[in-house]
């Protein structure tokens, strides 16, 4: 009886996609979106839910909710599209159906704190749902290897969709840097690899990539710029006295602390001098709708000491490129 109460609830809310006319590149519409992804990568017709959680719509077609509705998988889906409703954020849900086969939901929500771009918008909206569609990309990968995988995704798309030279594109690895610090949760430490792109999609254009050779070359930055457990163990260590802390002037005189104690070439200074830059840049940063910026003596004291540890850096590292002042 519940099963096909569910049934019935599932078809009554589904809507078949259509392409809106004339979509501005810069407003996000999720069925448009999703209907873009399947085209994209036909492998997600065949085993993945799109369902946009705000407004309660799940997409067809999609043979795969059959499926899920006979293994009683519903639940699964339904208790994670709550959750997104809860926290304001998105999902890529896996269910199992047997030995062989698994089930993926997409389920998108607009996210109540923005990590794609400085400010709620469209550039966000497209963000979170490229990386969930990420992660649908690459199943085999899990825990930080899976978000590195699923925000180089996000990134190459980003590129794709807004230009090489999009401003918001060095915004993701600065607050996935700045979380990290505030939280200790290694899960989501991706800036090395979102920074690496971002950097040579400078001097290589990604616009001309098929969606095959995207998904591709977003696992093969992944592979190679998702730090290890030791390395991520190490991060904790550095930044231990940071971890819960609020992102007030205390915590960040200690995230100053950090960059300027520690080697040039660790991952400690890397992430530490990355928080910085952009609080001590000319027009601060915007976090979680609140600005940042770090002034005066003390702080032009900070940033005269870390441009000269900068210094040392080849010209084309990473960190260098994302740290040089704006002209
Ligand atoms: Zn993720």
């Not at 030995?99 to 497209?126: E, M, N, S, V």
């Not at 254009?205 to 050779?213: F, G, H, I, N």
């Not at 003596?297 to 900070?302: A, I, L, N």
Request: aromatic share 8%; hydrophobic share 40%.
């Amino acid at each position: 009886m519940i099963r096909l109460l569910k049934k019935q609830r599932a078809e009554k809310t589904h809507v078949k996609p259509q392409l809106p006319q004339g979509t501005s590149k810069l407003r996000f519409d999720f069925t448009e979106a999703a209907r873009k992804a399947v085209k994209d990568h036909p492998e997600l017709r065949r085993n993945t839910l799109f369902i946009d959680a705000k407004n309660d719509v799940w997409l067809e077609p999609s043979p795969i909710i059959e499926k899920i509705i006979d293994n009683d998988e519903m639940d699964t889906i339904e208790d994670v599209v709550k959750t997104a409703r809860r926290l304001k954020t998105s999902f890529a849900q896996a269910v199992e159906l047997d030995r062989k086969k698994t089930a993926h939901a997409l389920i998108f929500h607009p996210d109540q704190h923005p990590l794609y771009a400085p400010q709620k918008g469209a550039a966000d909206d497209f963000g979170s749902f490229d990386h969930e569609t990420g992660h649908m990309l690459a199943p085999d990968t899990h825990d930080t290897a899976g978000e590195n995988a699923a925000d180089a995704y996000a990134m190459l798309r980003h590129l794709q969709r807004f230009g090489d030279a999009s401003a918001d594109a060095e915004y993701c690895g600065w607050k996935r840097a700045l979380v990290f610090a505030l939280t200790g949760t290694t899960s989501h430490v991706t800036t090395f690899t979102v920074d690496r792109i971002v950097v040579d999609a400078k001097t290589a254009s990604v616009t001309s990539l098929t969606p095959k050779q995207t998904a591709a070359i977003a696992r093969d930055y992944a592979k190679l710029h998702t730090p290890d457990a030791a390395r991520l163990k190490e991060l904790r260590i550095a930044f231990r006295y940071v971890i819960k802390k609020p992102p007030n002037a205390a915590t960040f005189r200690e995230i100053a602390r950090i960059a300027l104690r520690a080697d040039v070439n660790s991952d400690a200074f890397y992430l530490s001098a990355r928080i910085l830059a952009a609080p001590l840049s000319k027009t601060g940063v915007i976090y979680n709708g609140n600005k940042i910026t770090l002034s005066g003596h003390e702080w032009d004291e900070v940033r005269q000491r870390l441009e000269k540890k900068l210094e040392k850096l080849p010209p084309q590292h990473a960190l260098k490129v994302l740290t040089r002042p704006a002209a």
